[in-house]
Structures are given as structure tokens and as C-alpha cells.
């Protein structure tokens, strides 16, 4: 079969290169070259580079420490003269070459706002495409991290915005010219996020006052609540509303105050959870979340307090006089629903003194019990905290979505 490919080779009069032209080729463009001088036979003339950006992935995005990481490749373009050959000297068909990056120049681009340490943008083994017409292509495919402040406002509904920042240190605009080829960044590789959704992208070259070009990459991103709805939010608003049963407990179980302060403990766990995903940084705004939080730990004690006055209502003697305010105020809450003793008959042997007639005892001949101030306590508390929780939780999702 290689007898016959070789035969109909010369018979065709096809030519190809060898190994040894390719070599010849390599020696040939690097013999005298300086890589540590830029293109350009005018001088007064900067070089034209064309830059554009794939992105593949977003790796990492962590507002407590301010951080991004993406995964993609940037992709350079420019023209060195000094790279030109004619292919008919070498094997006729050598149009295209490999070479390796540190043996010829190309645009040492670093991080302008990088997380850690600064760094380069390629790594030591790579390659360049190189072309008989002096143009080179460099594909630098990497991890890229940068600082991004996060605005945790509407967490966990929010949307973030970060710029990743890169510039040639030591060349300004009349060196080096950078034009973006897309205005946005290429998305066809992309592998979705389980965690951010990219709503838009932008790549942009940007002046500087200082005279020298910046490569600006924008991701705009919002993130996927599935997760934070089932697994905080609805967890957060049920143990609100479970807090409020602890009024309709019954007094002889005894477990009031215990209930009341475990609920009260699901909630500060919650908060502490929040607390740990989100910046210590008071701008550009706390999270309203934490807000809202911190409303239900304050309703959360309100009931608490609430509930250990309600006991003491329950367990003071009937031998201490109901004051008349917490008479009229049983009445107007408890006595309007339902009548109070209203079949306890007075007894006819008692013998009431004017000057010292019970305060418990109504003009209507019906007697008020503490038990009877505690129940109707506890029917303000419910409607009261009730309302509390409805509004806090009202108040919360209009700053969100409105």
C-alpha cells in the first residue's frame, strides 16, 4: 500500500515536505532572532494584535472571599515579519509550522486584578501556529482567577457582575495596538454551571490614563435558586410559623419556653449558616436575608418573653385580685367569645362586702380566673405574632423582587 502511495506520489508529481525541511525551516527563522524585541520592521508603527477569549467553564465562585475562577483559552493574533519564508524551499507544501512559544516573541499579558500570585498568561509548554505569511496564532488555555467583590443584596436571588483584567507590561499604545475580534465571548465550548447561569458576556480593550491597553473580560451572572428556595428559604419561613403553635400548647404540658427557645436555636443556626457564606464586608450592602433573619430572632424573643408572661398568668394564685385593666382587657379578648364561668352560680352564703368585693368578680356577678387572663393572652399573642411574621416575610420578598 506504501509502494502504491509513493508511486502514484511521483507519478502526480505531488510534493510534500520532510522532517529535515521542517527543521532546515526552524533554524533558518530563529537564526538571529531576538525574542525579547517586538515585531514591527517600522518602529513608529505599533503591532496590531488581535485578541478574543472561549470561555469553557466558571469553575469557582465564592462571594465570602471575593473570588472567580474561569476555565478557558485566550486566542492572540498578530504579525511578525521576521517569520516569513517561502514555502518552495522548503518541500513546496510547508505553509504551516509548530514552534515553541519561548523560543520567539509573543505578548507576555498578565493579570491586572489577580487573587493570588500575579502571573503570566500561558503556561511554559506551549506552542504557536505559525504561517508563511509571518502570521502567529497563540491559544493559552488555562485557569484564571481574579477578585471580584460580590453584591449579596438579594442573596441567595442575586446577580453578580465581575471583570477580569489583563494588560502587557511595558508596552503602551503607540507599541502595541489590541483590538477586540468579538465583542462578546466565545460560548460554544461553554459547560453550564450547576450553581450560576451567565445571562451575558463582554470582551472589550479599554485605554487607560496612563496610556497603556487593557483586555476587560465581563461575566454577568445570576444564580440558580432551586437549591436556596427548598433547602433554606421554606425551612426559614416554616419554622416562623411553627413558633407560633407554642400559644395554642396547652399550659399543663410544660413545655412552652422549651419549645419556643428550640425554635428560636433553629433560627440562629440558620443565621449562622448565611452569615458563613456571605462577606464580613458591610459594602456595597448587607444582604437583606440577614436582615429578615434577624427580624424573626426578634419576633422569636418577643414570643418568648411573651410566652413566660402568659405562664405567670396561668400559675398566679386566684388568692391575688385580677386588677380591673387586665379585667376589661380579658373581657374585650376572651369574654366577648365566649362567656367566662358563665354557669358558675354564686353562692348564696357568700357574704361580699362592698369595701371588700374581689376585683375578679364583675358587676355581672361572673368571676375572672388568672387562667381565664392567660387564655385570653394568648389569643392577642397568636393574631399578634401572627401578623408580625406575615409582614416581615412580606416586607422581605418586595425588597426582592420589586
Not at 480593550?205 to 444564580?223: C, E, P
Amino acid at each position: 500500500m506504501l509502494g502504491k502511495i509513493s508511486f502514484l506520489s511521483l507519478l502526480l508529481g505531488i510534493e510534500c515536505y520532510t522532517i529535515a525541511e521542517e527543521t532546515l525551516l526552524h533554524q533558518n527563522l530563529l537564526n538571529g532572532y531576538n525574542k525579547r524585541i517586538r515585531p514591527g520592521a517600522d518602529r513608529t508603527k505599533p503591532v496590531n494584535l488581535d485578541a478574543s477569549f472561549t470561555l469553557t467553564a466558571i469553575k469557582e465562585f465564592s462571594e465570602s472571599e471575593g473570588k472567580i475562577a474561569v476555565v478557558g483559552a485566550f486566542r492572540f493574533n498578530w504579525e511578525d515579519e521576521r517569520l516569513i519564508w517561502d514555502p518552495a524551499t522548503y518541500g513546496g507544501d510547508l505553509h504551516n509550522t509548530i514552534m515553541y512559544f519561548q523560543d520567539i516573541w509573543v505578548p507576555q499579558f498578565v493579570n491586572m486584578n489577580p487573587y493570588n500570585e500575579l502571573k503570566r498568561v500561558g503556561l511554559d509548554e506551549m506552542y504557536c501556529t505559525l504561517t508563511e505569511t509571518g502570521q502567529v496564532t497563540f491559544i493559552p488555555p488555562d485557569l484564571y482567577e481574579s477578585t471580584c467583590d460580590a453584591d449579596v443584596t438579594y442573596y441567595p436571588f442575586d446577580k453578580q457582575k465581575c471583570s477580569l483584567l489583563y494588560y502587557i507590561p511595558g508596552y503602551y499604545i503607540s507599541d502595541m495596538n489590541i483590538t477586540a475580534a468579538s465583542s462578546t465571548l466565545d460560548m460554544d465550548l461553554y459547560e453550564k454551571n450547576g450553581l450560576w447561569q451567565v445571562l451575558e458576556t463582554s470582551f472589550s480593550v479599554k485605554t487607560s490614563a496612563k496610556n497603556f491597553q487593557l483586555i476587560d473580560l465581563t461575566i454577568s451572572m445570576t444564580r440558580r435558586t432551586t437549591y436556596y428556595v427548598a433547602g433554606l428559604l421554606l425551612p426559614i419561613v416554616l419554622m416562623n410559623f411553627i413558633q407560633l403553635f407554642v400559644f395554642l400548647l396547652p399550659v399543663e404540658s410544660g413545655e412552652r419556653v422549651g419549645f419556643s427557645i428550640t425554635v428560636l436555636l433553629a433560627v440562629a443556626v440558620f443565621l449562622t449558616i448565611i452569615q458563613e457564606k456571605l462577606p464580613e464586608a458591610s459594602e456595597p450592602n448587607v444582604s437583606v436575608l440577614t436582615y429578615k433573619l434577624l427580624v424573626d430572632m426578634i419576633i422569636g424573643c418577643g414570643m418568648i418573653l411573651a410566652v413566660v408572661i402568659g405562664m405567670r398568668f396561668y400559675h398566679r394564685s386566684d388568692d391575688i385580685r385580677v386588677p380591673w385593666i387586665l379585667r376589661g382587657f380579658t373581657r374585650c379578648f376572651y369574654g366577648c367569645c365566649t362567656p367566662i364561668n358563665s354557669k358558675q352560680s354564686v353562692n348564696p352564703d357568700e357574704v361580699v362586702d362592698i369595701k371588700s368585693e374581689k376585683p375578679s368578680r364583675g358587676s355581672d356577678g361572673v368571676s375572672i380566673t388568672w387562667n381565664d387572663v392567660g387564655k385570653a393572652f394568648d389569643r392577642v399573642c397568636l393574631p399578634l405574632f401572627f401578623l408580625s411574621l406575615v409582614m416581615n416575610n412580606i416586607v422581605y420578598f418586595i425588597i426582592i423582587f420589586v
